[in-house]
């Protein structure tokens, strides 16, 4: 299907047939739908990337509510999630890597947010008043692992939800580096957490004698990432009431990402 008038922002057609086959198939019988699928992406990415309201999509989009249908649905059957995780192997076997990692950075990311209802908190240090953002990144910068909390959480407090998928997933998984704020019990911790497969938590630390900026080894690869995430307009503060929609926009802006990455 070729779009009539498609945005910056709309998939193209090698993105869509790539996409295509992770969406979940259409129940058999009954009205065929008025939109097609890809009209419903081309509004959501649409969205993501401009950062308007859903209420503000264009009319050439399918009626906001049946964008937000979709977009809901999907995000509640993990469909979101289950694209992204298989355009991450996808990308990691194109860059020449195992499907799964060995190596990864850990790192947060403390956002406003707006004056919605939902879960939030207030950072004293960096004066936020929103969202934390907890990744693990590969070391292509692809995320392996994402957590939302309120601003207030501790890096460490939300390194332990984040990292106990370990218990169950990246079976290929052994180093881990972050910056001081996770230095103390979580190395600890994370080396305890897996008895039969010890996980290490190195800390990359600026060099005493430093001054200025300068980059530090391995840490910029996430930092980098989350540099990507702040393109998408909707990313730059949190507009979303549940933190597990605010998960959802991150995925989806590293979809559109691997997306250019396989289809550039």
Same mark, same amino acid.
Request: glycine share 6%.
């Given at each position: 299907?070729?779009?009539?008038?498609?945005?910056?922002?709309?998939?193209?057609?090698?993105?869509?047939?790539?996409?295509?086959?992770?969406?979940?198939?259409?129940?058999?019988?009954?009205?065929?739908?008025?939109?097609?699928?890809?009209?419903?992406?081309?509004?959501?990415?649409?969205?993501?990337?401009?950062?308007?309201?859903?209420?503000?999509?264009?009319?050439?989009?399918?009626?906001?509510?049946?964008?937000?249908?979709?977009?809901?649905?999907?995000?509640?059957?993990?469909?979101?999630?289950?694209? !992204?995780? &298989?355009?991450?192997? =996808?990308?990691?076997? +194109?860059? %020449?890597?195992?499907?799964?990692?060995?190596?990864?950075? $850990?790192?947060?990311?403390?956002?406003?947010?707006?004056?919605?209802?939902?879960?939030?908190?207030?950072?004293?240090?960096?004066?936020?008043?929103?969202?934390?953002?907890?990744?693990?990144?590969?070391?292509?910068?692809?995320?392996?692992?994402?957590?939302?909390?309120?601003?207030?959480?501790?890096?460490?407090?939300?390194?332990?939800?984040?990292?106990?998928?370990?218990? !169950?997933? &990246?079976?290929?998984? =052994?180093?881990?580096? +972050?910056? %001081?704020?996770?230095?103390?019990?979580?190395?600890?911790? $994370?080396?305890?957490?897996?008895?039969?497969?010890?996980?290490?938590?190195?800390?990359?630390?600026?060099?005493?004698?430093?001054?200025?900026?300068?980059?530090?080894?391995?840490?910029?690869?996430?930092?980098?990432?989350?540099?990507?995430?702040?393109?998408?307009?909707?990313?730059?503060?949190?507009?979303?009431?549940?933190?597990?929609?605010?998960?959802?926009?991150?995925?989806?802006?590293?979809?559109?990402?691997?997306?250019?990455?396989?289809?550039?």
């Amino acid at each position: 299907m070729q779009n009539i008038s498609p945005y910056p922002s709309s998939l193209t057609d090698a993105q869509w047939e790539s996409i295509q086959p992770q969406l979940p198939k259409r129940p058999g019988g009954g009205r065929p739908p008025r939109h097609h699928r890809r009209d419903i992406l081309d509004a959501v990415f649409y969205l993501l990337r401009t950062g308007c309201a859903w209420r503000l999509l264009p009319h050439d989009f399918a009626p906001w509510q049946t964008v937000y249908g979709y977009f809901r649905r999907w995000r509640h059957q993990g469909v979101w999630k289950k694209i !992204h995780d &298989a355009l991450v192997v =996808r990308v990691r076997r +194109a860059a %020449g890597k195992l499907p799964t990692p060995s190596a990864a950075i $850990l790192d947060s990311q403390s956002v406003k947010s707006a004056d919605q209802a939902g879960p939030r908190g207030y950072d004293a240090g960096k004066k936020i008043k929103g969202r934390k953002r907890h990744v693990l990144v590969d070391t292509l910068g692809l995320i392996i692992a994402v957590l939302v909390t309120p601003v207030a959480v501790q890096d460490r407090d939300g390194a332990r939800t984040l990292l106990r998928w370990l218990r !169950h997933h &990246a079976s290929r998984l =052994r180093l881990i580096w +972050a910056d %001081g704020g996770y230095a103390g019990a979580l190395v600890s911790w $994370l080396w305890q957490l897996r008895a039969s497969r010890r996980v290490r938590l190195e800390i990359v630390k600026r060099a005493a004698v430093q001054r200025g900026f300068a980059v530090l080894p391995k840490r910029w690869i996430v930092e980098r990432t989350l540099g990507w995430l702040m393109k998408q307009r909707r990313l730059r503060c949190d507009y979303e009431q549940l933190l597990t929609t605010s998960e959802a926009m991150i995925h989806m802006a590293m979809i559109r990402l691997m997306l250019r990455r396989l289809h550039s």
